[in-house]
C-alpha cells in the first residue's frame, strides 16, 4: 500500500442539507422546499461502519444519496479523504465514484433485468479500467465466488436467483471497483430474517476482507446495532444523537431514541419493560414543527423547546444529543 | 352450545394451485386450534404457506388456480370449506373478519373511509344510514383517531399508514367479530407506529374477548402478543406450542434456527447464526422426507426418507421432527391422494 497519510477520517459531513421544490400553481412555480435532510454533521472514520437509523421519511436515504453525490446537495460540505466533492463535476466525479459506492434495498429493482450477471459485476470494471476481457472475467468470477454465489452465476440472469442472492449481486458490484467507502441503503430490508443474517455476515466479513468503511443506512435499529461501530439517529431530516452503539442502546439520551429502542418489540415474551408509546405521526418535512423538530411527540417537551431549534452538542465523551434537556 | 370445543379448528388442511397444468400444495395437512379470547400467532419465512393458509380460512383464495384440496375448517363446529360464497360473505366481516398487511392496497381508494365503515355495518345489521354513521365515528374514535367526524369524510390517500392501518381495524371489529385474522398487520408500518398498532390490538382484544390469528414473520411482535404459536415451514407445521416454551425452550431445529438468526439488541456478537439456503419453492419441495433436511443443521440419513409426524414432546407442545419421534421407524407416511 502506498497510500498517503491522511486524516483518520475518510468522510465529513458538514451541514449538509438537502431541499426539494415543491411546484405547484401557476408555471408550476416553486411554492415550497421538502426539507429531506435539513443540516446534519458527521463523520467517518477510516475502516468504521457508521449506522443511520430513522423512520421512513426522516431522510436517511436522501442524506446517502446526497453523501454519493447521486443528489446535488442544497448546501453543506461533504469532503472524501480531506477533499471537498460538494461541487465537483465532470471527470473528477467520475474518478470520485470508484471510490464511493453503493448497495441498494431493493434487489428486485436494482439489477438490470435484461443483463447477465457477470456484465452487471464486469460493467464498473470495464468502465474504469483499461483491462482485457479475459481479466475482467476472471476477476468477476473470484468476486461471485466471494460473496457466495456459484461460478455459473456468471451466466444467468437476475430472476434466476432469490433475494438474497440478488443482493450478493449487488454487493459484487459494489466491490468491483474496490472502493473505499459503501453506502448501504437498507440492504436487508426485504429479506426474510434467515436470510437476513447471511447477508449481514457477508458485509462484516467483506468489510474486514477488502478494509471497507460503511455507510450503513436502516430503519431497524437491532440490525442497526449489529452492524455498527457508531450510530446516528435521524428523526424529520435532523441527526438527533450520535454515539458509540453500545453506548446508544445502554445510555440513550435524546427522547427521540429512548422511545425508538423502547418500542422494538423484544423476542422473549418474558421481557416485560415498560414501553414508551409516542403519540401521532411524524409531520411532514414540508412542514416541519419550529423549535425541536420531536417537541409536539416528544413526552418531555418543555415551553421552550417550541420556541429554539437544539443543536448536537458533545455531552459526554463520543455522545452528542441535540436537546434541550442537556443544554 | 355447550360443547366445549375450540371456537376455530383447523384439521389437516390442504391448499394449493394448479400452475402449469400441475397442483401443488402450498399448505400440507396443517391442523391446529384457535380458542376462544386466544392469540395464536403463525410464523415462518416468506413462503412457507401462512398466508395462504389465512386465505383458505377466509376462502379468499384466487378462483381461477387456487382451492382447498382436502381438511377441514371448522368455526363454532360449521366447516367453512363446505359453505357457499353466498353463505361465506355473511360469516366474513361478522363472525371471521380480517386485517391485511397493506392498508394502502385494502382500503379502496375512490371511496370515503365513512363509505367503507358504513359498508360493513350496514351489510350486516338493520340499522338506518344515521345510525350506522354514528357508530363509524364511535368506531374510529376506539381505534385511536380524535378528529373521527372528519376523517370520515376523507379519502385513504389522505391518512397516513399508521391511520390507515387504524381504519382497518376499525372495519375489522365494526361488526365484534369472534375471530380477528391479522395478516401481518404492522410489517409496513414503522416501529413507533407499530408499537401504538400492537398496544390497540391488545386492547381491543382484550375488550371485546376477541380471539386473534396473527400471521407475522417478526418473532419480536410473536413474544409481545401471542399466547400460542405455531411455527410453520414449507406448508407444513413444524412446531407448536405456548409462547413461553417456543422462545425459551424451542424444540424444532427450523424454530431454534430462527431464533438464533435474529440479531439482539443486548449482546454483541461477531457473527449472526444464519440458516443455510432458502425455503424450496413450490415446484421443489421434497416428496419424500423432512422438508427442512437441506438446511437443517442436525440433519440424519433418515431425515430423507422418514416424514416425521407432529407429535407431542409435552402437553400442548408439539414438533415435526425425527429427533424427538419415539417409533422412529415404524412412523408410518402419511397416505397421499
Sequence with gaps: ?327 | MSKNHALLEIKDLHTGFDIGGEFHHAVKGVSFDVNPKEVVCVVGESGCGKSVMSLSVMKLLPKHNGKIDKGEILFNGKNLADLSEKEMNRVRGKDISMIFQEPMTALNPVLTIGFQLDEVLLNHSKASKEQVRKKSIQLLKDVGISRSEQVVHEYPHQLSGGMRQRVMIAIAIACEPALLIADEPTTALDVTVQAQILELMKKIQDDKGMAVLMITHDLGVVAEMADKVVVMYAGQVVEQSDVDRIFHDPKHPYTRALLDSIPKMEERVDELNTIKGIVPSLKNMPQQGCRFVDRCPSAMPECKQIDPQLGETNKGHAVRCLLYETSQPGAKTEVRS
Excluded: W
Design chain 1, 1 to 327: 500500500m502506498t497510500q498517503k497519510q491522511k486524516s483518520e477520517h475518510l468522510l465529513q459531513i458538514k451541514d449538509l442539507k438537502k431541499y426539494y421544490p415543491v411546484r405547484g400553481g401557476f408555471f408550476r412555480r416553486k411554492i415550497g422546499d421538502v426539507k429531506a435532510v435539513d443540516n446534519i454533521s458527521f463523520e467517518l472514520k477510516r475502516g468504521e461502519t457508521f449506522g443511520l437509523v430513522g423512520e421512513s421519511g426522516c431522510g436517511k436515504s436522501t442524506a446517502g444519496r446526497t453523501i454519493t453525490r447521486l443528489f446535488k446537495p442544497t448546501s453543506g460540505k461533504i469532503f472524501f479523504e480531506g477533499q471537498d466533492i460538494t461541487n465537483i463535476y465532470g471527470s473528477r466525479l467520475r474518478n470520485m465514484r470508484k471510490d464511493i459506492q453503493m448497495v441498494f434495498q431493493d434487489p428486485y429493482a436494482s439489477l438490470n433485468p435484461k443483463m447477465m450477471v457477470g456484465s452487471i459485476v464486469s460493467e464498473p470494471i470495464i468502465n474504469y479500467r483499461k483491462v482485457s476481457e479475459k481479466a475482467v472475467r476472471d476477476e468477476v468470477m473470484d468476486l461471485l465466488t466471494k460473496v457466495g454465489l456459484p461460478e455459473d452465476a456468471y451466466f444467468k440472469y437476475p430472476h434466476e436467483f432469490s433475494g438474497g442472492q440478488r443482493q450478493r449481486i449487488g454487493i459484487a458490484r459494489a466491490l468491483a471497483l474496490k472502493p473505499k467507502l459503501i453506502v448501504a441503503d437498507e440492504p436487508v430490508s426485504a429479506l426474510d430474517v434467515s436470510v437476513q443474517s447471511q447477508v449481514l455476515n457477508l458485509l462484516k466479513s467483506l468489510q474486514k476482507e477488502f478494509d471497507l468503511t460503511l455507510l450503513f443506512i436502516a430503519h431497524d435499529l437491532s440490525v442497526v446495532k449489529h452492524m455498527s461501530d457508531r450510530i446516528g439517529v435521524m428523526y424529520l431530516g435532523n441527526l438527533v444523537e450520535v454515539a458509540d452503539g453500545e453506548d446508544l442502546y445502554r445510555n440513550p439520551m435524546h427522547p427521540y431514541t429512548k422511545a425508538l429502542i423502547s418500542a422494538i418489540p423484544m423476542p422473549d415474551p418474558r421481557n416485560k419493560s415498560k414501553r414508551i408509546i409516542l403519540k401521532g405521526d411524524v409531520p411532514s418535512p414540508q412542514n416541519p414543527p419550529v423549535g425541536c423538530p420531536f417537541h409536539p411527540r416528544c413526552p418531555e417537551a418543555m415551553p421552550q423547546c417550541s420556541e429554539s431549534k437544539p443543536q448536537l452538542k458533545e455531552v459526554n465523551r463520543e455522545h452528542r444529543v441535540s436537546c434541550l434537556l442537556y443544554d
